[in-house]
Every structure is written in C-alpha cells, then in structure tokens.
Nanobody, 124 residues
Framework: QVELVESGGGLVQAGDSLRLSCTAS????????IGWFRQAPGKERAGVSC????????YYADSVKGRFTISRDNAKNTVYLQMNNLKPEDTAVYYC?????????????????WGQGTQVTVSS
C-alpha cells in the first residue's frame, strides 16, 4: 500500500508559478510510475503529466507542454510538478497517483494509488 500526499497548491495570479510535491510513504517509491492529474469543477479528472519508473520518460498533456515540468527525487520519495506561466484554465484540484507497471500513462484507470489532492487556483 502506497500513501501519497500532495502539497504546494494555492491561489496565484496568471503568469505566476507553483511547484507541487507528491511524497510517498513507500520505500520502493522509485519502482512506481507517478502521474499528475487534475479535475476542474464539472469536469472529469484528466492526465497532466507522468514519469515512467523504467526509463524516466515523461508525458505532458498538450495544454501544459512547455509550461509544466515533472521531476522526481527518489531519495526523498517525492515527485514534483513545476508549473510556470499559470493560466486561469489551470485552476483545478491536482492529484498525484502511482502504479507499478513499467511505463506511465495518462489514464486514470491505470493507477492504483491516489493522493487526496491539492487545490490550485489561478486568477486572471
């Protein structure tokens, strides 16, 4: 069982930056793929970014390419999502998730473990 805790959300203005953190309780964290998802009010949860444990390959949704960067620090059991040039449409609850397959995906159904979410609000 992997417990995930997100932090770093907040209220910012358009153009600002935030760094989200996802810290895992599991010591074998480095063997898990980690995905970042977001869910805006009235919308389905959608994949934002992920990083594969097998080779460190990454995925970004088109809407965040060039603005968001995912990274991980296995020594700290933590994955980060650096979000730059934030836009009002980035407003959502952001979740991190983990699964033990070889390569990450942007699909909610792939992931076995989820954090509780952190709110990101971007004002215009």
């Amino acid at each position: 069982q992997v417990e995930l805790v997100e932090s770093g959300g907040g209220l910012v203005q358009a153009g600002d930056s935030l760094r989200l953190s996802c810290t895992a309780s599991e010591g074998t964290f480095r063997t898990y793929n980690i995905g970042w998802f977001r869910q805006a009010p009235g919308k389905e949860r959608a994949g934002v970014s992920c990083m594969s444990s097998a080779d460190g390959s990454t995925y970004y949704a088109d809407s965040v390419k060039g603005r968001f960067t995912i990274s991980r620090d296995n020594a700290k059991n933590t994955v980060y999502l650096q979000m730059n040039n934030l836009k009002p449409e980035d407003t959502a609850v952001y979740y991190c998730a983990a699964d033990a397959s070889s390569y990450c995906s942007a699909y909610v159904s792939t992931y076995d473990y989820w954090g509780q979410g952190t709110q990101v609000t971007v004002s215009s």
